[in-house]
């Protein structure tokens, strides 16, 4: 299994930065890719980024030029780091994987818990 531990949400005003992080552990022969979703109240979950194994990224169009994400060498760590926040950006942000857990097995996809990220006006 996979478990997922996000960290760094909190409340930030329009136009601040803010970073949040994921750690992956458990038991697993690889993981494929690592992303970030969000999703408003009321609102299905939505993607924001995602980083593949073969180093492909690909962001929500409404994140485009603000947001980055990263991984760790040892794919243990996604980061996303959000600049020019705004209002519509509050959400909550779940951590995503896709992960192989034995070399034969197929891939599945594992969620953090979430972290509530805030921007005030």
């Known amino acids: 299994q996979v478990q997922l531990v996000e960290s760094g949400g909190g409340l930030v005003q329009a136009g601040e930065s803010l970073s949040v992080s994921c750690a992956a552990s458990?038991?697993?022969?690889?993981?494929?890719?690592m992303a970030w979703y969000r999703q408003c109240p009321g609102k299905q979950r939505e993607l924001v980024a995602i980083?593949?194994?073969?180093?492909?990224?690909n962001y929500a169009d409404s994140v485009k030029g603000r947001f980055t994400i990263s991984r760790d060498n040892g794919w243990n760590t996604v980061y996303l780091h959000m600049n020019k926040l705004e209002v519509e950006d509050t959400a909550v942000y779940y951590c995503?994987?896709?992960?192989?857990?034995?070399?034969?097995?197929?891939?599945?996809?594992?969620w953090g818990q979430g972290t509530q990220v805030t921007v005030s006006s």
């Open positions: 980083v593949t194994r073969d180093g492909i990224t």
């Open positions: 458990g038991t697993y022969y690889r993981i494929n890719s």
């Open positions: 995503n994987v896709e992960a192989r857990l034995r070399i034969t097995s197929a891939s599945g996809n594992y």
